[in-house]
């Protein structure tokens, strides 16, 4: 199984719906991240939360919000879809503790359309 | 703000090698490097922190120079499995572990 589980893993919807992409970890990380990609644009940060009580917004937070149930797990709304929000959606962990790189480590990303 | 990568794009035959170049105008704590191919997530390659220092990974290495704020990937005697989309990522001081992205190079090693 995947250290970073993202479901769903591809979602079609229409415009004003609420969507919410969800993230799981087993890694035992505190820091998790939700990216946005777009072809051309990159890997673009929306929200990042260093632990359960910690929020942080991204670049681009405007039009989503965040919930972090726990220490494992991260979710991502769109409270009403419009079709710019179209993109593949990553979720990430880190570790920054003694002794580590703070690398990142990705999910295998949710596709959304909305159309 | 956005590091700037370059090339965006290049193209090798197998054995050649390449350079993709990141840089910032602001001051940075680390640079990360990623590598996503096609269809999937990306996955880490290496860190630079302040510092200057040079890594490697295999024939996979890069350099921050910290004056001027930029790192440079290199890429020796390419293989096909090199092929993908580089990104760099950075660290600004002061921003704790909070990265951003280039717009990705992306690379095609060809027979």
């Known amino acids: 199984d995947a250290d970073v589980t993202q479901t769903p893993r591809n979602r079609i919807t229409k415009t004003g719906k609420r969507i919410m992409l969800e993230c799981s970890q087993t890694?035992?990380?505190?820091?998790m991240y939700w990216y946005r990609q777009d072809p051309g644009l990159g890997l673009r940060l929306i929200y990042y939360?260093?632990?359960?009580?910690?929020?942080n917004k991204g670049e681009i937070s405007d039009g989503y919000s965040v919930s972090r149930q726990a220490q494992a797990k991260f979710s991502l709304s769109l409270e009403s879809a419009i079709p710019n929000q179209t993109a593949l959606y990553f979720c990430?962990?880190?570790?920054?503790?003694?002794?580590?790189?703070?690398?990142?480590?990705f999910g295998e990303g949710s596709r959304l359309t909305v159309l | 703000q956005q590091p700037v990568q370059s090339p965006q794009a290049v193209i090798l035959r197998e054995g050649e090698d390449a350079v993709i170049n990141c840089s910032s105008s602001?001051?940075?704590?680390?640079v990360h490097w990623y590598r996503q191919k096609h269809g999937e997530a990306p996955v880490f390659l290496m860190i630079?922190?302040?510092?200057?220092e040079q890594k490697g990974h295999d024939k996979i290495s890069a350099s921050f120079n910290e004056k001027k704020q930029q790192s440079s990937l290199y890429l020796t005697a390419s293989q096909l499995s090199y092929s993908g989309t580089y990104f760099c990522?950075?660290?600004?001081?002061?921003?704790?572990?909070?990265?951003?992205f280039g717009t990705g190079t992306r690379l095609q090693v060809t027979l």
């Open positions: 990430a962990t880190s570790d920054f503790s003694r002794g580590n790189t703070g690398e990142l480590f």
């Open positions: 890694k035992g990380h505190d820091r």
């Open positions: 939360s260093f632990d359960v009580k910690d929020i």
């Open positions: 602001k001051a940075l704590y680390s």
């Open positions: 630079l922190l302040k510092g200057g």
């Open positions: 990522g950075t660290e600004m001081t002061g921003t704790a572990s909070k990265l951003t």
